[in-house]
């Protein structure tokens, strides 16, 4: 399986404080994203890494990849109430077909 | 405009029943999924179409059939409901295959009594 898994699975923090969230697969990949959920909602992305990168950034979020650990980590700076919510790593491999494989999700309180 | 939308949002309905959840996107995008999300949040594939063409069909029961009168329009249709079919069930759509970014719905809750 290519399933990737998020750790931790739960992560609480004050607002202001950084957030790192890690995502590590098992095979090889073309893509990795990150999504977030609030509860109850759907998932919305928010960062698409390419297997020939290793850091993105946007806004406040700032994404690594690692290839040759088969690992991702989402860094959220200065975080704030409102970010507050589920992230999903997806892996997209070209063999796997359209199967974006989400792990379980890291859930992140940040308080305020 | 919702980018994509499925209905109906919530579904309650007892065991042996059939149900379908209705999904439309108007992003243009020619493919099309559906993912189940249980209880502890874990988001599985369950289908997925690319212009009317189903791609990928995971370990899914045939109860379960997917349905695309258009590359707008994704259904899901579920026979003889089972009490582990609770979930949510997620709409998602990108512009083609392998092309990144998923645009999900808000996600059809079904509880099956």
């Known amino acids: 399986s290519q399933q990737g898994e998020e750790d931790p699975q739960a992560l609480s923090i004050q607002e202001g404080e950084n957030a790192t969230m890690n995502c590590s697969y098992k095979?090889?990949?073309?893509?990795l994203q990150w999504y977030r959920q609030n509860s109850g909602r759907g998932l919305v992305h928010l960062i698409l890494i390419r297997s020939n990168e290793r850091e993105k950034h946007s806004g406040r979020l700032r994404v690594t990849l690692d290839t040759s650990k088969k690992s991702s980590s989402l860094l959220i700076t200065a975080s704030r109430a409102a970010d507050t919510a589920s992230y999903f790593c997806a892996t997209g491999s070209i063999n796997y077909g359209q199967n974006f494989v989400f792990g379980p999700g890291t859930r992140l309180s940040v308080l305020p | 405009d919702t980018a994509v939308s499925q209905t109906p949002k919530y579904l309650v309905t007892q065991m042996g029943n059939d149900k379908s959840i209705k999904c439309e996107q108007n992003?243009?995008?020619?493919?099309m999924y559906w993912y189940k999300q249980d209880s502890k949040k874990f988001l599985k594939i369950m289908f997925s179409y690319n212009n009317k063409e189903l791609i990928i069909n995971e370990t899914v029961p045939n109860r379960f059939s997917p349905k695309s009168p258009d590359k707008a329009h994704l259904n899901l249709h579920i026979n003889s409901l089972e009490l582990g079919d609770s979930a949510v069930y997620f709409c998602?759509?990108?512009?083609?295959?392998?092309?990144?970014?998923?645009?999900f719905g808000e996600g059809s809750r079904l509880t099956v009594l």
């Open positions: 992003l243009g995008h020619d493919t």
């Open positions: 095979t090889s990949i073309n893509n």
């Open positions: 998602a759509s990108s512009l083609g295959a392998n092309t990144g970014e998923l645009f």
